[in-house]
């Protein structure tokens, strides 16, 4: 018994037909994994049974670690991963069903005891995945990071609230996997509606988020991080304290890295006119109390 890990993510994300294209990448790949006489198919929602006919114990075990092996394959928009359980029949007389009950179990037992390490490895794949298709680095992120926790802890945020931000400065453009590539790769201006799908992504970001244990306490702050201090954000034009937090120290470290760091598409400013142009949008785009704080603590940085 086989159960696919992360398609609840990819099904809200990306849509179910995405979903359904992961599926049959597993599906295929199972069955490649196994013999001509053995039988593959699909056992509920995302899981896969298989039928190996006059098969000993150390066989299954070896046709297990082979369809284990795919969770290596490249796929988008996250590789593929399995938790896989089996059990044989060594007698006639045994109950095929509690067989299967076996293998389920097994199986369950196993999505237990790798469960972390899953949700470590999607998350990491969508990430991957975030900084092949979009302008964002490893060094931009940690820029980020390390100005979001200066900010953080001159306020006197707590270690669990400063980790969420660091995962925040991670993956707060996490969707915009879901963007076209077209779009993404545009050289000239988005055309209205073009940058209408952009937007989207803050939304797309916070059902991946919502679909993780891992990033469930960030998803306010993903949806939100494009918000303004004067309302005039999106995606649902909150203003002042309604923003989240950690989303408008956000703003004030990713606007600050992105002037200093420069894009293919916009020349880098120098530090001091970086700081200028945050302290100019005190109380328009960004929380003017925290810009007070990051023109205390960008000297550090």
């Known amino acids: 018994i086989g159960d696919l890990n992360g398609l609840k993510l990819v099904n809200d994300a990306f849509g179910h037909h995405v979903g359904d294209e992961l599926l049959r990448k597993a599906a295929e790949i199972i069955k490649s994994c196994c013999r001509k006489e053995d039988i593959v198919a699909r056992w509920g929602g995302d899981e896969f049974i298989v039928l190996l006919p006059q098969t000993s114990q150390e066989e299954a075990k070896k046709i297990t670690k082979r369809i284990a092996a795919f969770q290596d394959a490249p796929a988008e928009p996250i590789k593929p991963s399995i938790s896989l359980g089996y059990a044989t029949k060594e007698k006639a007389d045994e109950n095929i069903c509690e067989i299967v009950k076996s293998a389920e179990n097994w199986m369950y037992r196993r999505k237990l005891f790798e469960g972390k ?75 209205p509606e073009e940058w209408k799908i952009v937007k989207r992504h803050v939304e797309a970001g916070y059902r991946i988020a919502q679909s993780s244990y891992e990033l469930a306490p960030i998803a306010e702050a993903i949806l939100h991080h494009h918000e303004r201090w004067d309302g005039k954000g999106y995606p649902q034009g909150l203003k002042g304290e309604e923003i989240p937090l950690l989303s408008r120290i956000l703003a004030i470290a990713d606007a600050y890295e992105v002037m200093t760091a420069g894009r293919p598409y916009r020349r880098a400013v120098s530090r001091e006119e970086a700081v200028e142009e945050i302290r100019r949008n005190a109380g328009t785009q960004f929380d003017p109390h925290l810009v007070e704080v990051f023109l205390k603590v960008v000297s550090d940085i």
Do not use: C, F, Y
């Open 117 to 191: 390490s899953q949700r470590h490895a999607i998350i990491s794949s969508l990430e991957q995945t975030l900084w092949e298709i979009a302008q964002e680095t490893k060094k931009h992120v940690e820029r980020i990071k390390e100005i979001s926790r200066k900010i953080a802890e001159a306020i006197g945020l707590s270690e669990k609230e400063i980790e969420e931000l660091e995962l925040l400065a991670r993956l707060h453009d996490i969707g915009m996997i879901t963007v076209p590539r077209e779009i993404l790769n545009k050289e000239g201006p988005l055309t």
